[in-house]
């Protein structure tokens, strides 16, 4: 079970942080949204991967901690937030500058943006 944890947070980390190399806005958002399954996966696992055994101390000899299972579900409630936070800013900076790309580089295009006709027609 470990092994299978171990190569599921690796994957989702490495494919992460893949997308968040590559030069657009959604494949940013999706990297930010994979690497934060990897560390809610890893935090998950840190908290001692049983299964049948009690989560309350007391009730038995051995038990899994609660504290990680707390922190995942606060971060996966903090993660959808930061995701949507960030799908609207893409989606603004794609309004106002007809483009994309995440370093500002203007691609070769035919048509003017909104700023530009704004300029032009003035």
Do not use: C, W
């Amino acid at each position: 079970m470990e092994l299978l944890f171990a190569i599921a947070i690796g994957a989702l980390t490495t494919s992460g942080v893949y997308l968040l190399l590559r030069a657009r806005t959604f494949p940013v958002v999706m990297g930010l949204t994979l690497l934060s399954y990897g560390v809610n996966l890893f935090l998950f696992a840190s908290g001692r991967l049983a299964t049948g055994q009690q989560p309350v101390i007391g009730t038995t000899a051995s038990y899994s901690d609660p504290l990680p299972q707390a922190l995942v579900l606060t971060a996966i409630v903090i993660g959808f937030a930061m995701t949507a936070f960030l799908v609207v800013l893409s989606l603004r900076n794609l309004a106002d500058n007809e483009n994309d790309h995440v370093d500002g580089r203007r691609e070769a295009t035919t048509h003017p943006s909104k700023i530009e006709q704004e300029v032009s027609s003035k």
